[in-house]
């Protein structure tokens, strides 16, 4: 569990700061539910400001016009 908790930090504080963007990293929360993660994601998103968030797919991906909403954006969460 230590583990998470420091890889969570690093994911809080590299959405917050920017440093992700250039490693256009991937996060995940996995796991069951009633664990916190979309409890984690909203508070991530909510401590953003909403022009450097999106909510992309990965399914939409695909599209070169749907990538081009992800540009200068720090954080892009979509839920389940």
């Given at each position: ?65 749907s ?14």
């Amino acid at each position: 569990a230590g583990a998470q908790v420091l890889r969570f930090g690093e994911v809080m504080g590299g959405g917050l700061t920017g440093a992700l963007v250039p490693l256009q990293a991937a996060v995940l929360f996995f796991g069951p539910g009633q664990t916190g993660k979309s409890t984690a994601a909203r508070l991530l998103e909510s401590l953003l400001p909403r022009e450097v968030t999106a909510s992309v797919t990965p399914h939409e991906w695909q599209s070169e016009y749907s990538r081009a909403h992800l540009a200068g954006k720090r954080l892009n969460i979509v839920g389940e």
